[in-house]
């Protein structure tokens, strides 16, 4: 089975402080990507990773930095958390081609 | 702009109803469309369906795909308490690697 993991489940920060949430997956999938899921508003991309060192802007990226220094990790950095970052965050990664997405466990992050 | 518009918003039945949820979909040049299931934590993938794969059934869940008409729906028969959850529907265009997701359907099974 795929494994796709993520450091923190839960995460309180102060506005300002530099996050660093870290996703893990266990399977060789080619494709990694950060959303932020919040009530009334779905599922939004925030990067996404088609391979190693490679990295594309999904839909709501202000604020937000990724890394992708080895194929089964991608972390998502808050430079300078703000409160509006506050959201449930969702990691996933997929093999490749035509191929479904799976998400790992999910990080609620709060910042105060 | 490619979105997706799930229906309804939520919905309330009892065990042993059939449900249908809806998904239709407004895209450029389609290419996969998924289902998930989520309850409190992360999605968890039901089915994908492609031109090649237009309907999927495991157990009581089934999906059809109509790419003429741009929508797909997601049957639940025979309902249990254990199938209350939000279901998300999402699709993907060719030359992309992005998935766009709807708001999801909740759903809730009374015993």
């Known amino acids: 089975d795929v494994k796709v993991t993520q450091s923190s489940r839960y995460l309180v920060k102060r506005t300002g402080e530099k996050v660093f949430l870290e996703c893990v997956q266990d399977m060789d999938h080619e494709n990694m990507f950060w959303y932020r899921q919040d009530p009334g508003l779905g599922l939004r991309l925030i990067y996404f990773s088609y391979d190693v060192k490679m990295k594309e802007k999904g839909d709501i990226p202000e604020g937000y930095s990724v890394s992708r220094e080895k194929k089964e990790r991608f972390s998502l950095i808050l430079e300078s958390a703000s409160t509006n970052q506050t959201s449930m965050y969702l990691c996933?990664?997929?093999?490749?081609?035509?191929?479904?997405?799976?998400f790992g466990p999910g990080t609620r992050l709060t910042v105060l | 702009e490619d979105k997706v518009v799930q229906s309804p918003l939520s919905l309330v039945v009892h065990e042993g109803d059939t449900v249908t949820l809806n998904c239709s979909y407004e895209?450029?040049?389609?290419?996969?469309l998924l289902w998930y299931k989520q309850e409190k934590k992360a999605p968890t993938f039901l089915f994908m369906l492609t031109s090649s794969g237009i309907e999927k059934k495991s157990g009581r869940l089934s999906s059809i795909l109509d790419k003429k008409e741009l929508f797909s729906i997601l049957n639940i028969t025979a309902t249990q308490t254990g199938d209350s959850a939000v279901y998300l529907c999402a699709y993907r265009n060719s030359g992309t690697y992005k998935y766009i997701f709807g708001t999801g359907t909740r759903l809730k099974v009374l015993a």
């Open positions: 895209v450029t040049n389609f290419r996969s």
């Open positions: 996933a990664s997929r093999l490749g081609g035509n191929n479904e997405q799976f």
